[in-house]
């Protein structure tokens, strides 16, 4: 599968803990991004790489957000000190910027804070 | 502001056509997507238009209209697995994807 993999694929956790997310591109995608979404709305950008550059974060994004790409390859996602408005779908999507603008997402981690 | 506009919600009938429209206004215009959503899962890509006109995918057609800032998605001979939500979005100057809060189709036997 050359897909666009996130682990996990659920994590339920308890308000205050810190939680981290990664994503693995489809290979040789230089682009990688990270959306939020809720139930009945669409994705929520969070912040995007061009190969390991963090070029946009959200500024609707909390400092508990972060986010790296340390080789160009995957990303990994960290929450800390989770609040339950964390619950949410966190989507990753990659794209080659040089061929196409289409994202391609990966399943998503449904992360549950109680 | 940035703002893509979309129903909230279709019905239709198996077998029939349906249309779903995207109104958007975007710093900036390089495009329009649609992707599909089923419940509980990852969006996939359907189809992208940056000229005016109708793209023509199997069952699945998409139209833009650049000087209305206006498309649509227009699914024939509905099957039951098209029961989904549909996600407008549009890629703005910096090429980031402003997006809907999605159609969600209903299709009845």
């Known amino acids: 599968d050359t897909g666009v993999s996130q682990n996990p694929r659920h994590k339920i956790t308890k308000r205050g803990q810190n939680v981290t997310f990664r994503c693995d591109p489809i290979?040789?995608?230089?682009?990688l991004y990270w959306y939020r979404q809720t139930l009945g709305q669409g994705p929520e950008f969070l912040t995007y790489?061009?190969?390991?550059?963090?070029?946009?974060k959200s500024r609707l994004l909390s400092d508990r957000f972060s986010a790296e790409r340390p080789k160009g390859s995957f990303s990994t996602l960290e929450i800390q000190r989770t609040e339950q408005g964390d619950s949410a779908m966190y989507l990753c999507?990659?794209?080659?910027?040089?061929?196409?603008?289409?994202?391609?997402f990966g399943p998503g981690t449904r992360l549950t804070v109680l | 502001g940035q703002n893509i506009d979309q129903p909230t919600e279709m019905t239709a009938t198996e077998g029939a056509i349906v249309q779903i429209n995207c109104t958007y206004q975007?710093?900036?215009?390089?495009?329009l997507f649609w992707y599909q959503q089923h419940a509980g899962e990852a969006p996939t890509f359907l189809s992208y238009n940056v000229l005016d006109g109708l793209e023509e995918k199997g069952r699945f057609s998409s139209f833009l209209s650049r000087s209305k800032g206006y498309s649509y998605l227009l699914l024939k001979e509905l099957q039951m697995k098209d029961s989904a939500s549909y996600l407008c979005?549009?890629?703005?100057?910096?090429?980031?994807?402003?997006w809907g809060a999605g159609t969600k189709l209903i299709i009845k036997p």
């Open positions: 790489f061009q190969n390991e550059a963090q070029l946009e």
């Open positions: 290979s040789e995608h230089n682009r």
């Open positions: 979005a549009a890629l703005d100057s910096n090429y980031q994807l402003i």
């Open positions: 975007t710093s900036g215009f390089n495009g």
């Open positions: 999507a990659s794209s080659d910027r040089e061929i196409t603008d289409t994202q391609y």
